[in-house]
């Protein structure tokens, strides 16, 4: 791929009651933004939300484990390989191989001090070298090296004991804010005991829970040309499966409180060539109405997007929009699935 190449994905959602999200008390994410206070949805949370939607997208075989405990994954691995060896001396083969990866291994049930990940295809490297005999380190290192996994790709692995083994990661998530001002609410709930004595009247547990309700902004950029140095042929499927899973994901906090699961009520996505564009700068001035927030977050979202392109020359390569009130943009109206075809063969086509 001879030139640099973005798609940036905005987004539009509205969440009902709801706590997707929640900080060290239990209180959804909230951020200052334009001077008043927004719901907020962190980056983290929200990507932990697409990874796990790639378990049903995507093959188990490409995808990665993020974990300490990397002892077991890769000595399921050496079993695989040699049904002979029994759970012991699989455990020590699959130590000896991570160390001579150069990861420092606590021990077989603790794992690494950090997080870490490995993607089955590398997993499967270091236990045929460790089932082959293998001694040279360098090759232990190098299957460390090699073989990401798409979500490996798409949000990076950094290792501080060893910065040769770092991936960057090839997207970046936002965290989602509301377009509008919010004022965090609470439930006071109670519980009744089933098996309390009819003379008694009263609860078996009361509590409440914190939540909102919002109209949100979400926005992520994917750098294509880096990706397909990491991923190759297998990139445009990647990128298919990464607009739909961040798409459609949403963070499980609560869910079975508040069944807040909802489709976005607009996306917008551009292909661009010169830098990726953050279009949060719409909501700076907070949006407000008594009709609703989606309609006029749409629309203040378009027009500041117009003018962004105007004022910096800044009009995206290709655009694609999903839901209504986006006439004003230069992009083309098609529908999810439509636009899930288009950028997977838009990126097949591009050398």
Known sequence: MNKRLYLDFHIIQTVPPSCVNRDDTGSPKTARYGGVTRARVSSQSWKRAIRMMFADIFQDEVLAQRTKKIVPYVSSYIKMLDSSIDDTKAEKLAMEALKNAGL????????????????????????????????????????????????????????????????????????????????????????????????????????????NSSTLYRYATLNVHELRKHLQQETPAAIRGFAEAFIRSMPTGKQNTFANRTFPDMIYVTIRTDQPVNLVGAFEQPVRSTEGYVKPSIKALVSYANDIYAKFGATPEQAFAVGNGLEALVAETITLPELLDSLENIVKEVE
């Open 104 to 211: 420092k291994i606590k021990s077989a049930e603790k794992g690494t001090d950090a997080l870490f990940f490995l993607s089955s295809a590398q997993a499967e490297a270091l236990a045929k070298l460790s089932v082959g005999g293998e001694t040279d380190k360098k090759k232990y290192s190098e299957a460390l090296k090699e073989h990401p996994s798409i979500d490996m790709a798409f949000f990076g692995r950094m290792v501080a004991s060893d910065p040769s083994l770092n991936y960057d990661a090839t997207a970046q998530v936002a965290h989602s804010i509301s377009t509008h001002e919010i004022q965090n609410e609470y439930d006071y709930f109670t519980a009744v005991d089933d098996c309390m004595p009819e003379d008694n009247a009263g609860a078996g547990h009361v509590g409440t829970i914190e939540f």
